[in-house]
């Protein structure tokens, strides 16, 4: 007897502030995948904070580096956002079989 194949996670990372990143992005997500937005993708949290935070990207997260440099770190506690620093986000790389980045 064949055993189930286990389904493939994706870690979608959203690097630029374009709704255009986010909605290709939308368009390819799938369960058991997950979001990290960095570079410019932290962006996010200002430009369209409910779609940031909407299924399924509610279990999202954000680079806890590119929020500082941008000065959004109070925003994004006070948002609730879930950060993740450089080496959080090697950890969650390691938990998703390939990642795509959404220019």
């Known amino acids: 007897m064949k055993s ?9 990372l959203v690097v630029q502030s374009s709704l ?6 939308l368009a390819q997500f799938d369960t ?5 937005f960095l ?10 904070i409910s779609r940031s ?3 399924p ?9 590119d929020l500082e440099a941008r000065g959004l770190s109070g925003l994004a506690q006070s948002a609730g956002a879930v950060t993740l620093t450089d080496s959080k986000i090697a950890g969650l790389l390691q ?3 390939f990642c795509l980045t959404w220019k």
């Open 39 to 48: 570079d410019d993708g932290v962006m996010h949290l200002v430009n369209d």
């Open 95 to 97: 938990t998703h079989d």
């Open 53 to 55: 935070f909407r299924p």
């Open 57 to 65: 990207f509610a279990g999202g997260f954000f680079s806890a580096v």
């Open 20 to 25: 255009r990143a986010v909605d290709n992005c």
């Open 32 to 36: 058991g995948d997950a979001v990290l």
């Open 4 to 12: 189930p194949t286990r389904k493939r996670t994706c870690l979608h």
